[in-house]
């Protein structure tokens, strides 16, 4: 079996204004993330992961945030584009392993809904995909409610 991981990370501050969208899922809070797209840091760091395993760059590289028609992307259209070329180059994911750490707000209540989205995109089971939330201890940037941050594993099997 050819198979290949990546993994992938991603960090945004928060900011008033903005609203706050984690795998696609728009969540109610009274901050939301800070970004040239709409800085889905969830859906970000499974990019990468996948952009990663098969050593094509980061989604800098493919969405650079110096270029203006990618200002308010929709993360999970550009995600499609991600899977679109993993699958151009003769890959197909078998599972991907996530987790987004954020003191606030609550994120368990939205996990399925993440799941669906990004699984609806990826063309993939939602039991291919694994979300979870902690918290950081009131540790760092993050525990001082300054950012969200994502960390993100994908297996991809060659067809």
């Not at 859906?43 to 990468?48: L, Q, R, V």
């Not at 992961?49 to 098969?54: D, H, I, N, S, W």
């Not at 939602?126 to 760092?140: C, R, S, V, Y």
């Amino acid at each position: 079996m050819n198979i290949r991981i990546g993994n992938g990370y991603d960090i945004h501050q928060l900011s008033a204004g903005r609203r706050l969208i984690l795998g696609g899922v728009e969540i109610p809070h009274e901050l939301g993330l800070l970004g040239h797209s709409d800085a889905d840091v969830l859906t970000h760091a499974i990019m990468d992961a996948m952009l990663g395993a098969l050593s094509l760059g980061d989604i800098g590289h493919y969405f650079p945030p110096t270029d203006p028609q990618w200002a308010g992307a929709d993360s999970l259209m550009l995600l499609s584009k991600v899977s679109q070329l993993i699958q151009e180059q003769g890959w197909q994911i078998g599972n991907i392993d996530s987790v987004v750490v954020a003191e606030r707000p609550k994120l368990k209540p939205h996990i399925a809904a993440m799941r669906d989205r990004i699984s609806r995109v990826l063309q993939v089971q939602p039991d291919q995909i694994g979300i979870k939330a902690t918290t950081n201890e009131k540790l760092g940037p993050v525990g001082r409610e300054e950012g969200i941050a994502a960390y993100a594993v994908v297996l991809l099997v060659g067809k």
